[in-house]
């Protein structure tokens, strides 16, 4: 706690030290910052305002460019340009950077946190910091966890209650092991694929149905083809935020604490917008006419249950150790070990104001 302090405070200097310098003529560093989701979606407002921060606090010496909705290519495909160089930052989800770092898909074992919470926890702490030191090796530099939410399922076929009533669907999941493990778990068929190539083959019913957060669920207009939802919420999904190692490492001592602590004051400020647009998003999608069903206590025990079984295949995926850490993580968080972080986060979030308009004037 007191090394994250310094971090802070130090950062928060070096914001005041780039305050006190006159504004530079022209940019000396040009970023392209990629992602795949919808423009005016909370993540991409999250990167048009880091954008914007950082180059107040740099006064002008940082630009850095958003390309939202994969206008540079896939998730893999980004990450690909953040490890060659030819993009400098991006926000990807676990699902893609599993290729590149199999250790993350720890983060996508169903039902790991039990709310919010529990996932900033682990991912801020020194678990998520194990994790974002992986990437290392691949010459990328993981800065901070933002959220994509909990994932849910929808369907074309029936409203999905039912563990049970996911056999023999063909499901939509990232391209990640971790996933289709998942589906074939609950007995239906995965259709890994990339987001992009998603509302198309929804329309064109070469599959039955996927799962997402919903957000990204109105954004791309899913309820167009998709009738059923249930808030089963099986994942809590992340963004990492990455930048090119070689890029990172040339930077001057000040900007990159800059960049740091600016984009800990995103994510935060990020996080508190996407839980505001998810509830009002499932409002949206209600208007549109899909049933959204919420499973009581009981039924989301079945679903629980019936997924639990990957717990155990996952240690061939994101390895023995990591699935014993995560088990620990969830059986502390449960006998109430956490109880201070939880509560620091719920004080922490409960001040931060978001521009909740600002996201939802995008989608009609």
């Given at each position: 706690?007191?090394?994250?302090?310094?971090?802070?405070?130090?950062?928060?200097?070096?914001?005041?030290?780039?305050?006190?310098?006159?504004?530079?003529?022209?940019?000396?560093?040009?970023?392209?910052?990629?992602?795949?989701?919808?423009?005016?979606?909370?993540?991409?407002?999250?990167?048009?305002?880091?954008?914007?921060?950082?180059?107040?606090?740099?006064?002008?010496?940082?630009?850095?460019?958003?390309?939202?909705?994969?206008?540079?290519?896939?998730?893999?495909?980004?990450?690909?340009?953040?490890?060659?160089?030819?993009?400098?930052?991006?926000?990807?989800?676990?699902?893609a950077i599993g290729g590149f770092a199999p250790e993350f898909q720890v983060l996508d074992l169903p039902f790991l946190f039990q709310g919010y919470e529990a996932a900033y926890t682990y991912l801020d702490?020194?678990?998520?910091?194990?994790?974002?030191?992986?990437?290392?090796?691949?010459?990328?530099?993981?800065?901070?966890?933002?959220?994509?939410?909990?994932?849910?399922?929808?369907?074309?076929?029936?409203?999905?209650?039912?563990?049970?009533?996911?056999?023999?669907?063909?499901?939509?999941?990232?391209?990640?092991?971790?996933?289709?493990?998942?589906?074939?778990?609950?007995?239906?068929?995965?259709?890994?694929?990339?987001?992009?190539?998603?509302?198309?083959?929804?329309?064109?019913?070469?599959?039955?149905?996927?799962?997402?957060?919903?957000?990204?669920?109105?954004?791309?207009?899913?309820?167009?083809?998709?009738?059923?939802?249930?808030?089963?919420?099986?994942?809590?999904?992340?963004?990492?935020?990455?930048?090119?190692?070689?890029?990172?490492?040339?930077?001057?001592?000040?900007?990159?604490?800059?960049?740091?602590?600016?984009?800990?004051?995103?994510?935060?400020?990020?996080?508190?917008?996407?839980?505001?647009?998810?509830?009002?998003?499932?409002?949206?999608?209600?208007?549109?006419?899909?049933?959204?069903?919420?499973?009581?206590?009981?039924?989301?025990?079945?679903?629980?249950?019936?997924?639990?079984?990957?717990?155990?295949?996952?240690?061939?995926?994101?390895?023995?150790?990591?699935?014993?850490?995560?088990?620990?993580?969830?059986?502390?968080?449960?006998?109430?070990?956490?109880?201070?972080?939880?509560?620091?986060?719920?004080?922490?979030?409960?001040?931060?104001?978001?521009?909740?308009?600002?996201?939802?004037?995008?989608?009609?």
């Amino acid at each position: 706690m007191f090394g994250a302090l310094i971090r802070i405070l130090t950062g928060l200097m070096a914001i005041s030290i780039f305050a006190a310098t006159p504004a530079c003529a022209a940019a000396k560093y040009h970023f392209k910052l990629a992602h795949v989701i919808s423009a005016g979606t909370p993540i991409d407002l999250a990167a048009n305002r880091f954008a914007e921060l950082v180059r107040e606090r740099t006064r002008g010496e940082v630009e850095i460019k958003v390309f939202p909705a994969a206008q540079l290519g896939g998730e893999r495909a980004i990450i690909e340009g953040v490890q060659i160089g030819t993009i400098e930052m991006s926000f990807t989800t676990t699902g893609a950077i599993g290729g590149f770092a199999p250790e993350f898909q720890v983060l996508d074992l169903p039902f790991l946190f039990q709310g919010y919470e529990a996932a900033y926890t682990y991912l801020d702490g020194d678990n998520g910091d194990r994790l974002l030191k992986l990437l290392d090796r691949k010459g990328i530099h993981g800065l901070v966890y933002l959220e994509n939410g909990w994932r849910n399922f929808t369907s074309s076929k029936n409203s999905l209650r039912r563990p049970s009533d996911m056999k023999g669907q063909k499901i939509r999941v990232m391209e990640s092991p971790m996933y289709m493990g998942l589906i074939k778990t609950l007995e239906g068929t995965p259709k890994p694929m990339a987001y992009s190539e998603l509302p198309k083959a929804l329309a064109q019913k070469v599959i039955d149905g996927q799962e997402n957060p919903t957000v990204n669920i109105y954004s791309a207009r899913m309820y167009e083809s998709q009738p059923w939802m249930i808030m089963d919420r099986h994942t809590y999904n992340v963004f990492i935020f990455k930048v090119n190692g070689k890029v990172w490492k040339a930077l001057p001592e000040g900007v990159r604490k800059v960049i740091e602590t600016t984009a800990v004051e995103v994510r935060d400020f990020q996080r508190k917008l996407n839980r505001e647009a998810d509830a009002a998003f499932v409002k949206r999608l209600e208007s549109k006419g899909m049933k959204v069903y919420v499973p009581n206590r009981d039924e989301v025990k079945a679903w629980q249950a019936a997924t639990a079984p990957l717990w155990d295949d996952a240690r061939k995926i994101a390895t023995p150790a990591l699935v014993a850490e995560a088990t620990q993580f969830r059986n502390d968080w449960n006998a109430g070990k956490y109880k201070g972080e939880e509560q620091k986060y719920i004080d922490r979030f409960r001040s931060i104001p978001v521009p909740l308009d600002e996201v939802m004037k995008h989608f009609k």
